[in-house]
């Protein structure tokens, strides 16, 4: 987890670095009134509806939005199923509230909150003495989406018009080229902004996933891009970037990598090691199967691999960064959903049962959050794939949120990737994770 405490620096000027401009900024400290009661100027809402007209549904959630906040606002965050019509939400949201920045995405699965499990959320941040930036920019192919990332985060930074570098951010993006997204944002501001966010997605892994994004005016629907929020709130926050998963006894080395794609494993072919990993009958047959490439996204959901990150030896103290299988191919490769795999690193076949998929996250976002004092709500990512995998069980999950975050509000994504930032600090992509943003009371100011 992270604590956002940001002693001040640097006036804003500018650098050159590795051929293009970064931003060196301020850091940023949220401002405590004097009576330190900085939480009185921020509310945090969401809102719902379980009309099947989106007209309706768009305006009863952000009712019960306004109703929570007792004021219009600042920043308005869209989960909504890939099914709803983004144009239209962001159209009748732009009528209703004219000066809240909007950030919406598509996800697998609707969306979830402190009410149940829903098709469109909404979650609305009115902060007086914050500052929340939106930036966003269309990209037709992955090679491109590095040079988007920095677009997106130069629009944001402009629309914000402030010397402090922002306390974090919401990276939403379309899948393929996440991590590529991401460098794009550190060229702008550097790598010590920490992130949260998810993938575009939808039910069908089609091409359907949706994202939308403006400072101002009328948001535009994009099918491939990406949209970014900086976010300067008047409170203190706490990140969490977790999953559900164990890891398991089955362990190895990356010895030859291309991309996404694993080809070996301990000097043999990845999908071979890894059905043997697993043990798994359902990915064994498809392992045998004599055509290339073979799907295994669905049978994998419950074994990820688990890329360990950061210095620990031992293996219940390490993070996993978690890498979701996605296809066996030519020469028994292994693709996956998401990169950032190296030759030499140590790999671990992680497991988790459905019933795990939902219990799981109560735990950890309880023992994250132990000392974080009053919660005033919150921002969750939570994988499309766990999802999915267990869709009868989604209230549940917005159960185990719920009790978590001590009953308040929240609005629950479910993404085909998840951004956030590790216990080292470093931002990154990852598959079957959960990404927790929590914003703090009073009695959080001191974390």
């Known amino acids: 987890d992270r604590s956002e ?111 149940g499990h829903f098709s469109v959320g909404l979650l609305g941040i009115a902060d007086s003495r914050g500052c929340y930036a939106v930036g966003s920019s269309e990209y037709a192919k992955d090679a491109d989406a590095r040079q988007a990332g920095r677009r997106a985060t130069r629009s944001a930074v402009k629309a914000a018009q402030s010397l402090d570098k922002p306390a974090l951010a919401i990276v939403s993006c379309s899948t393929g080229a996440e991590e590529e997204v991401l460098k794009g944002f550190a060229e702008v501001l550097g790598q010590d902004v920490p992130v949260i966010g998810g993938s575009a997605a939808d039910a069908s892994f089609g091409s359907s996933a949706w994202l939308a994004g403006c400072q101002s005016g009328q948001a535009r629907s994009m099918k491939s ?51 043997d990993w697993t043990a798994d009958a359902a990915i064994k047959e498809k392992l045998s199967a004599p055509s290339r490439p073979q799907s295994v996204l669905q049978e994998s959901t419950l074994f990820p691999i688990g890329l360990r990150v950061g210095p620990g030896t031992e293996e219940e103290e390490a993070f996993h960064n978690l890498i979701h299988p996605g296809s066996i191919t030519e020469g028994d490769g292994l693709t996956c959903m998401a990169g950032g795999i190296q030759e030499g690193d140590a790999l671990r076949c992680m497991a988790a049962t459905k019933p795990e998929l939902v219990s799981h996250v109560e735990a950890v976002v309880k023992a994250e959050l132990v000392d974080s004092g009053e919660i005033l709500g ?67 100011d001191s974390l």
């Open 225 to 275: 891009g990406v949209v970014i929020t900086l976010m300067w709130p008047s409170v203190k926050t706490r990140m969490v970037y977790s999953s559900c998963y164990n890891p398991t006894a089955a362990e190895g080395v990356a010895t030859k990598v291309d991309g996404r794609t694993i080809l070996e494993i301990d000097n043999r072919p990845a999908a071979q090691v890894y059905a």
């Open 5 to 115: 405490e940001k002693p001040m620096g640097m006036r804003t000027h500018r650098v050159e670095a590795a051929g293009f401009q970064q931003l060196s900024m301020r850091r940023y400290s949220p401002i405590a009134s004097p009576s330190n009661k900085s939480s009185s100027s921020f509310a945090v809402a969401s809102g719902t509806s379980t009309s099947e007209d989106l007209n309706r549904a768009v305006v009863e959630a952000y009712a019960t939005v306004l109703k929570g906040l007792c004021k219009a606002p600042d920043l308005l965050i869209v989960s909504a199923d890939a099914s709803c019509d983004a144009d239209q939400i962001c159209s009748m949201l732009r009528q209703l509230c004219r000066d809240a920045s909007i950030h919406a995405v598509s996800t697998a699965a609707g969306c979830i909150s402190e009410h």
């Open 378 to 444: 919150a921002l969750a990512i939570y994988c499309g794939g766990c999802a999915l995998a267990i869709k009868d069980s989604l209230p549940e999950v917005a159960t185990s949120f719920k009790s978590a975050l001590q009953q308040k509000s929240f609005l629950g994504f479910f993404t085909f990737g998840e951004q956030g930032t590790d216990p080292y600090g470093g931002n990154r992509h990852g598959n079957l994770m959960f990404s927790l943003l929590a914003f703090l009371g009073p009695a959080g």
